[in-house]
């Protein structure tokens, strides 16, 4: 038992809570070897469990009182913690890889191995827990260590070696949580904790096969009454578990309807047909009767041979489809008489390499009690006392915020563990940010993340605490869940896009226009709260208009952008220039246009002002009703030199939108019926004239000016710019292809209309 961790003067109580008996034993383990101090038997009176699970959870309790009693007498001190196995009808085997770098040479301590091992078994519950394809809860109830490894070469002991890498191949055991929660209650009812839970393969493997044996391909089969549990060995190692629900009660069972008797008086014939002739008992009738061994043996035959062909099959499931070399029987179901030369049929070996274990493989025990018993039936729950030093394999209980919950202890336990197993989620431990802002800039998508919210209070037995926290059996843990924080809110006017400024050059002075923004095609002030999905446009202009009012200085007549001229709407963008004629002496001075900027520092466009529906291509707000074209000047034919058609009745004429009725020459517009008009439009003998056009088939009577263009005909005619009805606008003149400057003379017949239209419209 070389690795085993020796607890000297410790005493261990081990359980082995079977089908139809509970077998008690008390020892401690010294040099290696294990002394046995005492041993109870009991059956039960009813059959409280059936197929290695408890059905009647009180009446177990009773009977494990009763022996933890006895034992108690025998030693004259009491017992508080028990070491037990677990058997049931859904068993599941996880073999899993894990390995362990150090980065550099390093002992091997203990701890180091101990660490490793949970390792492979949080490793193994975690690929369990993916796998897992049925609603039940599983435990994992049992791990074995098949290899080791360092430095990437397998070496039988890991500990005291200088190594730079070590890992483990390991083994984990499942059982559904109601099997483990029945063996829980049970033994808490007699006032008992549970020390180590281990599996009942694992746990008789211990004693039947030494680990000088297991570098053999081997099989251990316990055969109880309820369950036959399987382990194989090869390599040195245990490499597999398996369970098939058939076991001692299946015969019992057969004997209870040939001999007419109680379950009870079934299995004392079953027993004792293995030890006599004849067997004497009395039926239901109260007749006494006797049956032979032989016949007891024919019974049976048809039934054990396919209680052992379900187990061969099991054992060439688990051994890679093959059969092992021997077979190693443990338990009180496998002394029926022919079980085991039947097994060895359905294995194809040898009858001689499958035997019942019993008092032979026990030689490394000292019973130190009288008259011990050292038959097939105490393997397992020595076993389970050996298993105490191999492995720590416990749960444990803690209140989290007043529910009393489970946990599988793997020696490093915290908070964080204490709250998955209560479903409580990670939001909930840790801080949460509030809801996010999401919207568009200049076409680009922009996230402002909400703050952060505060992180959950932890206390553990009313100290401070935090997730990374150790909890142990009994432990008082208290969370509060973390909060979420505000959610995000941010002015328009934080974007860093409107930090910048707006630099021209106006009568020959630099000045600084701050930027601002339309959101959603409405222009909006700094203060204005961006909300979800707002759509922003950055504005990079100004017209002539604006600039002046944000200067707060008159307008004088002769503007000039870039030395083009231009109009009160035409817009200006970075580093343009901008002049006019002063009609005011006060402005002539350009130190005088820097104090009028100074005096409007801050300025801001409020939301709507001076603004009314009109946006141009890009988005640029206009003003008024009418605005300029950029200064694009008109192309020949249909569109402007952008392509872009005139939009609406104050639409632009070129590729940006204009307002109003009119527009110059440049692309500059004419403000209305009613407002400036340009030089290019200026009587030249101080009178107006009417001249008489067709459009569209119907005459049209100009007035107003000493001179006519095609343009001039769009404020005669009723011409639906705003709403396209087409893909472009045809203007034609006297047949042809016009160009909105060309001058109109009396009678030319005009045509307009949208284009793929099948009707013109006048």
């Known amino acids: 038992m070389a690795g085993v961790r020796e607890k000297q003067g410790q005493l261990v109580f081990g359980l082995d809570i079977g089908t139809r008996s509970i077998v008690g034993t008390v020892g401690y383990l010294n040099n290696g070897r294990f002394h046995v101090l005492a041993q109870r038997f009991c059956e039960h009176d009813t059959r409280a469990m059936l197929d290695g699970q408890i059905h009647d959870i009180g009446k177990v309790g009773e009977t494990i009182t009763y022996v933890k009693e006895q034992l108690e007498e025998d030693l004259n001190r009491k017992l508080t913690e028990v070491c037990i196995a677990a058997a049931g009808r859904v068993l599941r085997t996880v073999t899993t890889h894990t390995e362990h770098d150090f980065g550099e040479d390093h002992n091997v301590t203990e701890e180091d191995v101990y660490s490793l091992t949970t390792m492979g078994v949080e490793q193994a519950y975690e690929e369990f827990q993916r796998?897992?394809?049925?609603?039940?809860?599983?435990?994992?109830?049992?791990h074995t260590p098949m290899r080791y490894y360092m430095n990437g070469y397998q070496i039988g002991n890991l500990e005291g070696h200088k190594a730079r890498s070590i890992?483990?191949?390991?083994?984990?055991?499942?059982?559904?949580?109601?099997?483990v929660d029945?063996?829980?209650?049970?033994?808490?009812?007699?006032?008992?904790?549970?020390?180590?839970?281990?599996?009942?393969p694992i746990a008789a493997i211990q004693v039947a096969i030494p680990e000088k044996f297991r570098m053999l391909n081997m099989a251990l089969v316990d055969v109880g009454?309820?369950?036959?549990?399987?382990?194989?060995?090869?390599?040195?190692?245990?490499?597999?578990?398996?369970m098939i629900p058939v076991a001692g009660d299946s015969l019992t069972e057969i004997l209870v309807q040939h001999c007419l008797v109680d379950f009870d008086t079934a299995e004392r014939i079953k027993r004792q047909a293995g030890e006599k002739e004849t067997v004497e008992y009395q039926d239901i009738m109260g007749l006494t009767q006797v049956i032979t061994a032989e016949e007891v043996e024919q019974l049976l035959s048809e039934k054990v041979q396919e209680m052992t062909r379900l187990v061969a099959d099991c054992i060439r499931e688990l051994n890679g489809e093959k059969a092992v070399s021997a077979v190693f029987v443990v338990g009180g179901g496998g002394i029926i008489p022919g079980y085991t030369d039947c097994l060895a049929r359905q294995l194809e070996i040898a009858k001689e390499r499958v035997a019942i274990r019993g008092q032979e493989v026990m030689q490394g025990i000292e019973f130190e009690n009288e008259d011990p018993r050292k038959d097939s039936l105490m393997v397992t729950p020595i076993g389970i006392c050996l298993s105490f030093y191999e492995q720590s394999n416990n749960f444990i209980f803690v209140d989290f915020n007043g529910e009393h919950i489970k946990l599988y202890d793997n020696g490093r336990l915290s908070v964080a563990d204490a709250a998955m197993q209560s479903n409580v989620s990670n939001e909930e431990l840790f801080p949460k940010r509030g809801q996010a802002l999401t919207f568009t800039v200049n076409g680009k998508s922009r996230i402002v993340r909400g703050s952060q919210g505060e992180a959950a209070v932890i206390r553990v037995n009313g100290e401070t605490a935090d997730i990374y926290t150790q909890i142990h059996n009994g432990d008082r843990v208290e969370v509060i869940a973390s909060t979420a924080g505000e959610a995000a809110s941010v002015e328009l006017g934080r974007l860093p896009e409107l930090a910048q400024r707006l630099h021209v050059v106006v009568n020959g002075v630099r000045i600084d226009l701050p930027k601002t923004a339309s959101v959603n095609g409405r222009l909006e002030n700094e203060y204005y709260l961006i909300r979800e999905n707002d759509v922003i446009q950055i504005q990079n202009s100004y017209?002539?208009?604006?600039?002046v009012e944000f200067m707060d200085v008159p307008l004088g007549g002769g503007i000039l952008v870039n030395d083009t001229p231009a109009q009160p709407q035409t817009r200006v963008y970075e580093n343009f220039t901008l002049s006019w004629t002063e009609s005011d002496p006060a402005y002539a001075d350009p130190e005088d246009v820097e104090d009028a900027q100074s005096d409007r520092e801050g300025w801001e466009v409020e939301s709507g002002a001076s603004q009314e529906e009109n946006t141009d291509a890009s988005g640029d707000v206009f003003q008024g009703k009418n605005a300029d074209a950029s200064g694009d000047a008109p192309q020949k034919g249909n569109a402007d030199v952008s392509g872009d058609m005139p939009q609406g009745k104050n639409g632009s004429v070129s590729g940006d939108v204009s307002q109003g009725k009119n527009a110059d020459a440049s692309g500059d517009m004419l403000q209305g019926k009613n407002g400036s008009v340009s030089e290019d439009a200026l009587q030249g003998d101080g009178g107006t004239v009417e001249m008489n056009v067709i459009v569209n088939s119907l005459p049209v009577t100009l007035q107003g000016k000493s001179s006519y263009v095609f343009v001039d005909v769009f404020s005669f005619i009723d011409f639906d710019l705003s709403t396209p009805?087409?893909?472009?606008?045809?203007?034609?003149?006297?047949?042809?292809n016009a160009?909105?400057?060309?001058?109109l003379k009396s009678g030319d017949v005009i045509d307009i209309y949208w284009e793929n239209m099948r009707t013109r419209k006048a």
């Open 543 to 547: 017209t002539v208009s604006e600039i």
């Open 725 to 736: 009805a087409g893909r472009s606008i045809v203007t034609l003149l006297n047949g042809r």
């Open 131 to 142: 796998n897992n394809d049925t609603d039940m809860k599983f435990y994992c109830v049992g």
């Open 182 to 200: 029945g063996l829980y209650k049970a033994v808490e009812l007699a006032g008992l904790h549970v020390a180590n839970l281990t599996l009942e």
């Open 225 to 242: 009454a309820g369950t036959s549990d399987i382990s194989i060995t090869r390599d040195g190692a245990i490499t597999a578990y398996g």
């Open 167 to 179: 890992a483990v191949d390991l083994i984990a055991t499942f059982l559904p949580d109601d099997v």
């Open 739 to 743: 160009e909105y400057m060309e001058p």
